[in-house]
């Protein structure tokens, strides 16, 4: 039986949740399961189609291939084909999304239970970190941790309905990687005190407990450096912010995230401060407007559309 997935983009860390923070937004990858043919293992149309590997290699499938292996499935020899909409190296989870993507897949051809908190275990194994796996699994607003056991606890949250993000995805990429070696050895006690604050302001805010703050926006451990070293996303943010608007850096960057209030006039200031943001920095900068993925990766026989 042939299946589809469909998985949301991700905006992680949020500001003060470094590796533990993270929300789905509406923007997916969406892969199809096919006969294999003599053509590639993986087409993929869209964002990054010129980029990204079409023979096992490629992250959709290498996921898949590992989920099958961890649950004892054996390996079908598919086709994918897959239409994905998230900017490469933007700080929008396009690489969580396809590990997502494999391991749903995995999931879904193996047919056994195995609980969404046990394929993001499977999936930060592969990511490294679960800030961007566990929102694409399960949608909605996410925090992920270890307790002292090195057992992994995800919780879920809904995201304000009064809320919306507005993104400014700059046309640079920035590989996360590269990005983490611009992060310091540590920070002082006075640093500690900042985060965890900030972070108790933004989950708070996002969950609407109380409004968000500008002020209390962003961190003071990984934007920084990340900040310092992409002009583009450090005037976004210094124009956003100075605004009055709650904006962070979208997991590594370059992305910038904007979390206003769903009225149309604050929704189109956002837009429009950031815009002029990109021109003054003399990058191509793509503002939209993202709504919450409340559902996550969803999984569901493809039924081909009638035609004639």
């Known amino acids: 039986m042939a299946l589809i997935v469909r998985v949301p983009a991700t905006s992680a860390n949020l500001g003060p949740g470094f590796d533990s923070l993270g929300v789905a937004l509406d923007r997916h990858l969406v892969v199809r399961t096919g006969d ?3 053509g590639p293992r993986v087409a993929t149309s869209g964002e990054g189609a010129d980029l990204l590997a079409t023979d096992d ?3 959709v499938w290498r996921s898949l291939v590992q989920g099958c292996d961890a649950l004892g499935h054996p ?3 598919l086709r994918l084909e897959s239409r994905n909409d998230i900017p490469l190296e933007r700080g929008l989870g396009s690489s969580s999304a396809a590990i997502v993507a494999g391991l749903s897949l995995a999931r879904a051809l193996a047919g056994g239970p195995i609980a969404d908190d046990d394929l993001v275990e499977v999936a930060t194994d592969i990511e490294g970190h679960p800030d961007n796996v566990a929102p694409a699994i399960v949608g909605g607003l996410v925090t992920a941790g270890r307790t002292a056991s090195g057992r992994l606890v995800v919780r879920r949250a809904q995201p304000a309905a009064g809320l919306v993000t507005v993104v400014a995805v700059p046309s640079v990429r920035s590989r996360t990687d590269e990005s983490r070696g611009v992060l ?3 920070v002082s006690t006075a640093d500690l005190v900042s985060q965890g ?4 302001h933004v989950v708070g805010g996002l969950v609407g407990t109380w409004p968000l703050d500008a002020g209390l926006a962003g961190d003071v451990y990984h934007e920084p450096g990340r900040l ?3 002009p583009v996303s450090q005037a976004l943010v210094h124009a956003w912010r100075s605004a009055g608007v709650f904006a962070v850096l979208s997991g590594a960057g370059p992305s910038v995230a904007a979390f206003v209030e769903r009225r149309p006039d604050v929704v189109e200031q956002a837009i429009d401060i950031a815009r002029r943001a990109g021109v003054d920095s003399g990058v191509e900068v793509d503002v939209r407007t993202l709504d919450w993925d409340r559902r996550g990766a969803v999984v569901c026989p493809d ?4 035609t004639g």
């Open 36 to 38: 294999r043919t003599d």
């Open 57 to 59: 290699d490629n992250l």
């Open 75 to 77: 390996v079908p020899d």
């Open 184 to 186: 310091p050895d540590g």
């Open 197 to 200: 604050a900030r972070l108790a």
């Open 228 to 230: 310092a070293a992409t």
């Open 303 to 306: 039924v081909p559309t009638p």
